[in-house]
C-alpha cells in the first residue's frame, strides 16, 4: 500500500503516474522562488485535471520540508479533480536544508521524519508516501550525507520508496551507493533529473544498480520537439532497459504550467511526447515508463 492524500491505496491502482511533479509549492525563500511559487487551489486543480483528461491517475508532489510543501491543499486538488496525489518528505540539496536540521542530533531528525509517516502532517494529519534526498552538483556535501543517512534508514524502516535529486543529473552513482549502504532496496529508489545529462551510457550506468531515472525534463525543448531526449529514451528502450525508466515532468514553475500562463502542462507528456515516442517504441514501452515501472519504485516493502 501507498500513502496517498487519499489514504493508502494499492500499487497496482496507481494507473498512469508521474513520480516526479510539483502541484502545489510555497517557496519560503520569495522572492527569488516567485517563478516557483505555485499556490493557487483553482489553477494547480485545472493542470492536474488536464493530467486526467490525458489518461492520467496519480502524480506525486515532489516538494519536500522547508520547501513550501503543502499536504493539505494537495489534499483539496485530489478531491476535486480525483487524481491521487502523494506527498513527500525528507530534504532537498544542503541550499534548501531547514535551519533546524543543523542544530539537531541524527536521532532526533530521523523522528521528525518518522513522526510524518507515523502520525501524519498538517491539519488533516496526512501521511507522506515517498521520501527524498538531494545533492549539490560537483560534491555530496556533508549535511547532504548526514540526510541521506537518517532518511534512508527512516526510508527502509517503513518501507516507503526514495526519490532523490541529482543537481544537473550528476552524482546518482555516488547517492546510490550511500543510499543502498543503509540496506535501502535500489528498486525502490528512483533518482531525478539524470536526463539532464544527455549520456545514455551514464543513464545504462545507474541503472545496472538496479535504480530506475526520471526523464522529467521533458517539455523544455518544444521547438526541438525534445528531439534529443526522444532518441536517448528510444535507446534505452532498444538495449532493454525501458523497465527502469520513469517519465515525469518536474513542472514546479509558472512558465511550465498553462494554468499559470505556461508551456507545455502536466498533459504533454501523456500526448505530443507519446505522439513522438511512439513513432520509436512500442506503446506497451510508453505504459511501461508512465505506469509499470513507478508503481515498482513506489510500491512498499517489508521492512
Ligand atoms: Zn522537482
Not at 41 to 70: C, H, M, Q, W, Y
Not at 84 to 113: L, Q, Y
Amino acid at each position: 500500500m501507498i500513502n496517498t492524500v487519499t489514504g493508502p491505496v494499492k500499487a497496482s491502482k496507481l494507473g498512469t503516474t508521474y513520480i516526479h511533479e510539483h502541484v502545489i509549492v510555497h517557496p519560503n525563500e520569495l522572492p527569488a522562488f516567485e517563478p516557483y511559487s505555485l499556490t493557487n487551489v483553482d489553477k494547480s486543480s485545472r493542470e492536474v485535471e488536464s493530467f486526467v483528461r490525458a489518461g492520467g491517475s496519480t502524480i506525486v508532489d515532489l516538494t519536500p520540508l522547508n520547501f513550501g510543501r503543502d499536504p493539505d491543499a494537495l489534499y483539496e486538488v485530489s478531491m476535486r479533480t480525483g487524481a491521487t496525489i502523494v506527498f513527500t518528505t525528507g530534504f532537498h540539496k544542503d541550499a534548501h536544508i531547514p535551519r533546524w536540521f543543523f542544530e539537531m542530533g541524527d536521532a532526533e531528525i530521523a523522528e521528525v521524519i518518522e513522526g510524518e509517516i507515523e502520525h501524519g502532517v498538517g491539519e488533516l494529519h496526512l501521511k507522506p508516501g515517498v521520501v527524498k534526498v538531494g545533492t549539490s552538483l560537483d560534491a555530496i556535501l556533508p549535511s547532504e550525507k548526514r540526510a541521506i543517512r537518517i532518511c534512508s534508514s527512516v526510508a527502509r524502516n517503513a518501507g516507503l520508496a526514495m526519490v532523490t535529486h541529482c543537481d544537473k543529473g550528476r552524482l546518482a552513482l555516488e547517492q546510490l551507493a550511500e543510499i543502498s549502504a543503509r540496506g535501502v532496496e535500489l528498486e525502490h529508489v528512483c533518482v531525478s533529473h539524470t536526463d539532464l545529462t544527455l549520456d545514455a551510457d551514464y543513464l545504462k550506468r545507474v541503472m545496472d544498480t538496479g535504480a530506475c531515472i526520471s526523464f522529467d525534463h521533458v517539455g523544455r525543448d518544444l521547438e526541438g520537439g525534445d528531439h534529443e531526449r526522444v532518441s536517448i529514451l528510444a535507446e534505452l528502450v532498444r538495449s532493454g532497459y525501458g523497465d527502469r525508466v520513469c517519465l515525469a515532468g518536474d513542472m514546479g514553475k509558472k512558465s511550465y504550467l498553462p494554468a499559470y500562463g505556461g508551456k507545455p502542462g502536466f498533459a504533454y507528456i501523456l500526448t505530443t511526447l507519446r505522439d513522438r515516442l511512439l513513432e520509436h517504441i512500442d506503446a506497451r514501452d510508453f505504459e511501461r515508463m508512465v505506469r509499470d515501472n513507478p508503481q515498482r519504485v513506489l510500491d512498499g516493502y517489508e521492512s
